[in-house]
């Protein structure tokens, strides 16, 4: 388990490229451990969040010293973002056979 953090003087776009990898990367290695299944993914996913909040009131870039970064694509349409679904999955199959038992 590691948690990384960036910090440093951004733009409103590097900053949101920093967010969408950080978090890509989140959903993509986060759920390896049943500590981080239920705790600190979740946590973190809704860290990253409250994080975009103050990266979208950053100003926008001005003109470049150097090459700035580029968002890419939104998070849920990147495909590493995808393994999120196992632990998704997962959760939804578990409680439909909680529902099942107590049903029963």
């Known amino acids: 388990m590691r948690f990384t ?27 390896w451990s049943p500590l981080s299944l239920v705790l600190f993914t979740p946590a973190t996913l809704v860290i990253n969040r409250v994080a975009l909040r ?23 349409r990147r495909k590493s973002s995808l393994v999120a679904l196992i632990p998704l999955l997962w959760g939804l199959w578990v409680l439909s056979h909680i529902v099942t038992v107590v049903a029963a």
């Not at 910090?7 to 759920?31: I, K, Y």
């Not at 001005?62 to 694509?73: K, M």
């Open 5 to 31: 953090s960036l910090s440093g003087p951004f733009c409103r776009v590097c900053g949101t490229a920093v967010f969408r990898e950080f978090t890509a990367r989140t959903l993509w290695q986060g759920w």
């Open 54 to 76: 103050r990266i979208n009131r950053l100003p926008s870039p001005g003109p470049a010293v150097g090459a700035g970064l580029t968002p890419g694509p939104r998070v849920l």
